[in-house]
């Protein structure tokens, strides 16, 4: 158990080493980010003092090794747009991004299980047949074309819910959150169907695809045979087995929704990471950037971490196999 949660820390060390390498790589081929911060009178002193400021006429792999070291003391260096702490600015932005994929994870996660559960327990229903129907826009549309067509159903023509931004937020503490105000829920529903669409269908079919095996297994025949009811056969006996391998693809899921919130923020101009990302590429701000970037990889790799032992726990076979 040990050597299995060593190896799955450093295969996670590693993937965020060559992330942040390949990331950083890229960078260099964006633009020059000194054409943004100097006007058009800037005289050559001018541009090569800036360079030895910002530490750009330093070797790559100088600059990336101090990368690396300031990252780990949480110091992603100076905006070079707006001329503040990467790490502040990623502080005011991260609350909007988390509560947006939050809503939405919980939103996917829930609908996707019960519908799935539903569509698969009910698979002759007109019902279900609608559901997976249905189900084909969430999966067939992308994420800015659903946004925008919400937009203007609810908001242009309807006029019920906000079309842009996150409505009135309150501070608690170094968090800024519009849970706690009318106008935030408003102005989170949409965005939060909008990123969470895609996932829900996803998660939905996933789970009717393996519980539909599940219920062909003999086991369940055999549990039938004694004589227990099918509420006890279907989500006692079949749903536990089905979302065992449901749990992977949920798992990375989540990760996804934080790294397509890029998509939706910039639909509904949510301040969150993802739009502060766009504007970041405009103006060639590697710090912004890179932080942004890293941040992602950490979420993601996190994330497939806790799934990996999650699955030592859950399926007893890991476990054996380990030793």
Do not use: C
Request: hydrophobic share 55%.
């Amino acid at each position: 158990m040990i050597n299995y949660i060593f190896k799955r820390v450093a295969q996670s060390a590693l993937v965020l080493l060559v992330v942040g390498f390949v990331a950083f790589s890229m960078f260099r081929f964006m633009g020059d980010p000194i054409d943004n911060m100097l006007g058009q009178e800037r005289t050559e002193a001018d541009v090569q003092r800036l360079r030895g400021e910002l530490g750009l006429d330093l070797p790559f792999l100088v600059q990336y090794g101090r990368f690396l070291s300031d990252a780990v003391q949480g110091d992603f260096g100076v905006s070079y747009r707006q001329g503040r702490p990467v790490s502040e600015i990623i502080v005011e932005r991260l609350p909007a991004t988390l509560e947006l994929a939050a809503v939405s994870a919980t939103l996917a996660i829930s609908l996707g299980i019960v519908l799935g559960v539903f569509t698969a327990i009910r698979r002759q229903g007109w019902l279900a047949n609608l559901i997976m129907t249905s189900s084909l826009i969430g999966v067939s549309l992308p994420t800015f074309l659903i946004g925008i067509l919400l937009i203007y159903v609810f908001s242009v023509n309807l006029g019920w819910l906000p079309s842009f931004g996150r409505g009135e937020v309150v501070q608690v503490g170094f968090w800024s959150t519009g849970l706690l105000t009318v106008s935030g829920w408003q102005a989170l529903i949409l965005p939060a169907i909008t990123l969470g669409l895609y996932q829900m269908t996803l998660i939905m079919r996933l789970v009717r695809s393996e519980m539909l095996e599940v219920l062909r297994q003999d086991y369940i025949r055999f549990a039938r045979a004694r004589g227990l009811s099918e509420r006890i056969v279907n989500f006692r006996h079949a749903l536990k087995n089905t979302l065992v391998p449901v749990i992977t693809v949920t798992g990375l899921q989540l990760g996804s929704i934080i790294a397509f919130a890029i998509i939706t923020e910039s639909v509904f101009q949510w301040p969150g990471l993802g739009l502060l990302f766009i504007n970041a590429i405009q103006f060639v701000d590697i710090p912004v950037m890179a932080a942004y970037l890293m941040l992602i990889s950490v979420i993601f790799v996190t994330i497939n971490l806790l799934v990996d032992l999650l699955y030592v726990f859950i399926d007893p076979r890991l476990r054996e196999g380990d030793k």
